[in-house]
């Protein structure tokens, strides 16, 4: 008795319907991402090149928002503040962050309580921090200036003193660096003991296991972090809006030194109603971004490690 064989089907259809139900799953964050980044970066690339003010008719200005970016000195000003901050929160906030997971992969079992401790800053909402920023460091009630009287130390003028006021922005983002916390923590985990003993065996000691031996382990996830944050910390919003463009706040602190470029960039945009002039900064800002992490990129290859990398 013979028994007629199944027909298989064939391997490209099955194929089809793996990739349509790839498709299927990200099909949420697709939709996403056309309707809420890639539509309104492409609507902003067409307003740039109007006078949209948000209510009326737009009309074709050419080139005329760009040639503005450069005769316009609150955009130097406002470029440079950030930059400055940028080049101090980024350095401090990793070291902050490497420097706590550290200490946290010699906590041992307690190393759960204080991961969601450490964590649980981050989600404050950026706008309490921003209050937070003035309670701490005001020159004549903040408990930063009070410790500091403890150890016979002057606190400065934090809120009204243009050369300490990006300075304790700075200081006031460490409050967040739980999430490089963790990432450090996780990278610290994954270097492979075997390492440290041969070094120890060498006669390394803790400097120089950290240097030669943990740093490029984790190289690839300072890399990482050093992008994130740099991006993060070239878009700062929030925090320095809050404590100095309220409307309480316009009129009694320095916030001419806290006048980052997303927050002239909102300004145009929220409060004079330049559209068009807004989207223009906003892809000026776009650009230097994209300098700045290719740079990066350019400069990592010399000190990235990756493992069964052949270089």
Known sequence: MTTTPVPHKPRSVWRRRETWAAYGFISPWIVGFLGFTAGPMIASLVLSFTDYDGIGASHNVGLANYRQLFQDPAVTKSLLNTLVFAALRVPLSMAFALFLAMLLLRAGRASGIFRTLFYLPVMTPSVAVGILF?????????????????????????????????????LTSLWSVGSTVIIYLAALKGVPKDLYEAAELDGAGRGRRFWHVTLP????????????????????????????????????????????????????????MHMGYASALAWLLFLVILLITIVQAKVSKRFVYYEGDQR
Do not use: C, M, R
């Open 134 to 170: 003035l309670l701490l460091f005001n020159g004549n009630v903040g408990l930063i200036n009070h410790v500091l009287g403890f150890v016979g130390i002057q606190g400065p003028a934090w809120t009204t003193d243009g050369s300490w006021v990006k300075p304790g922005l700075v």
């Open 217 to 272: 382990q984790i190289s690839g996830t300072l890399f990482f972090t050093l992008i994130v944050n740099t991006i993060a910390a070239l878009q700062t919003f929030t925090e320095a809006y809050t404590a100095f463009f309220g409307s309480s706040n316009s009129q009694t602190y320095n916030n001419d030194a806290a006048l980052f470029y997303v927050v002239y960039l909102f300004q145009q945009a929220f409060q004079y």
